[in-house]
């Protein structure tokens, strides 16, 4: 029977079996052979994980459990493959933030076998680290070539970059995706640290936050809660699931090379996610700073997306646009969806595993799935799950509003009071040297009473205004909007702005008709 358990009352019983559906359904149909998966506590819950479920076996043979194996539960180790990317990320800024690298810095800067690798252009220079971890440097995409690689040493990869790297376009012109880039920032960390990516990452990372149950190798974990991974044969029952074996680690784990559980991976999540939280200044660092964390989830790369088709019964029309912006921070994909805003994620697809997490910036809610079977869906099953929860319970992932800066209000008293009452005092204090040599005042008035006049209102309708009942556009930007007298006014539209300096003045307040919606 599948596994599920409601660890919370944020969510109730009927989202989680509805989640559980989802991920029961994708085994029943032998899209995966077995899948483990946890709702992520976000920034308003003490709580790491919500909600798990799982469904499916360790292990299948003949489109059977395999002797001896049980079904997958909580507890069950995957490999999260390039969901990895993220640690190796994190490790390169935690070494910049110690002031032992640059991420300008050229990568044979230090590992000295990588000069000359690269095919470039007579005034190009070589990628930098940077262009590493954004996937900006150009390489040909390595998928599936890179998941069969994890086991290559040092002295094999310095082979291959001396026999030369192709390229996919030139250096920082655009997104390919690279899983030999981040072999490399493996080992910058190598050759940085005078040990191992895969000890940097165990003692930055995984000890200081408690992911024990996260490592390199089959020796490092609890072997008797591993998933065994599942290539897919060319049947469409469950005998399609067939047992490949485990590489051991090397240079291209640092691409892909860990296993854990839902568990480890959601303190990850929270760990990544809380950088963002809104009382993240004041709280502890932890293993990376804060700001480097921020620093992560931002859209250094934008990867270019293929618009939305056009309407089959009217070719003629053009494409509605695109559904999403998508693009690679350092070691960790932002995308921009018009339903859900902000989210952050990776996924891992990998000989015999699927993985993926993700979560939703304003809120810090995710989701992580982990399948043992190649490329399994959990991504389309993860963010199925996130739409479900969103629609189902909306003020779980709910938009974070902007709060106006405390000087912001103060000025903004101070502009409602000279629209109503036009009183120079007040504008002597606030305005800033600018606002009259832009728009002076008697014409700034004018304004008021044309926009006035249009929204069929008189200068009674100012008096009625308050602070509080302005939209927050950002901690320097309000905007009033007041209902136009009669069917089909426009409205009366007022948006105050601040300058830059820390003790800020306005530097516009703009009146205007809005025509209705």
Not at 139 to 163: H, I, K, S, Y
């Amino acid at each position: 029977m599948p596994e599920t358990s409601l660890l919370s009352p944020v969510i109730p019983s009927t989202a989680v079996d509805a989640v559980a559906e989802l991920f029961d359904t994708a085994v029943a149909e032998h899209r995966t052979s077995g899948v483990t998966w946890a709702i992520i506590g976000g920034h308003a819950h003490d709580q790491a994980v919500l909600a798990q479920g799982a469904a499916g076996h360790r292990e299948l043979t003949g489109g059977l459990p395999a002797e001896g194996t049980g079904p997958m539960d909580r507890a069950t180790v995957s490999r999260i493959a390039s969901m990895t990317k993220s640690f190796t990320a994190a490790t390169i800024l935690a070494l910049r933030d110690e002031g032992r690298l640059h991420l300008d810095d050229p990568v044979s800067a230090h590992v000295p076998e990588a000069a000359g690798a690269f095919d470039l252009a007579a005034d190009e220079r070589e990628p930098t680290l940077r262009q590493l971890l954004t996937m900006s440097a150009g390489l040909v995409t390595d998928n599936p070539w890179g998941d069969r690689q994890e086991a290559m040493t040092r002295e094999e990869f310095a082979a291959t970059l001396r026999g030369g790297l192709g390229h996919a376009h030139r250096l920082g012109t655009g997104f390919e995706y690279s899983n030999t880039g981040y072999a490399l920032l493996g080992r910058v960390i190598d050759e940085v640290t005078g040990s191992d990516y895969a000890s940097e990452i165990r003692r930055r990372f995984l000890t200081p936050l408690g992911l024990a149950a996260t490592g390199w190798s089959g020796e490092e974990i609890d072997g008797s809660q591993l998933a065994t991974g599942h290539r897919l044969a060319d049947r469409t029952d469950a005998t399609r699931f067939e047992p490949v074996p485990l590489d051991s680690p090397g240079v291209y784990g640092a691409m892909a090379g860990l296993f854990s559980t839902v568990d480890d991976v959601a303190a990850w999540v929270r760990f990544l996610a809380a950088a963002d939280a809104p009382d993240a200044p004041s709280r502890a660092a932890g293993p990376l700073a804060t700001a480097s964390r921020r620093e992560m989830q931002q859209l250094h790369r934008h990867q270019a997306l293929g618009a939305l088709p056009t309407d089959p019964e009217d070719p003629a029309r053009t494409s509605p646009g695109f559904d999403r912006v998508r693009g690679y921070g350092f070691g960790l994909v932002v995308e921009h969806f018009p339903d859900l805003g902000e989210v952050i994620s990776h996924s891992g697809g990998y000989p015999g595993y699927g993985s993926f997490m993700v979560w939703h910036r304003d809120s810090g809610v995710g989701v992580v799935a982990l399948a043992n079977s190649k490329y399994a869906p959990a991504t389309p099953l993860s963010m199925q799950t996130l739409r479900l929860l969103q629609r189902e319970l909306p003020a779980l992932l709910a938009p974070r509003r902007p709060q106006a800066a405390p000087r912001t209000l103060e000025a903004a008293s101070a502009a409602l009071t000279w629209l109503s009452r036009n009183e120079d005092a007040v504008a002597d204090a606030w305005f800033a040297d600018n606002m009259d040599l832009d728009v002076p005042r008697p014409e700034r008035r004018r304004r008021l009473a044309a926009a006035l006049a249009s929204a069929g209102l008189d200068a009674a309708a100012l008096e009625g205004l308050r602070v509080d009942a302005a939209q927050v556009l950002s901690p320097a930007r309000l905007r009033w909007t007041v209902p136009g007298d009669g069917e089909g006014a426009p409205s009366l539209l007022i948006e105050l702005l601040m300058d830059p300096r820390r003790e800020s003045f306005v530097q516009s307040l703009d009146t205007f008709a809005a025509p209705a919606r």
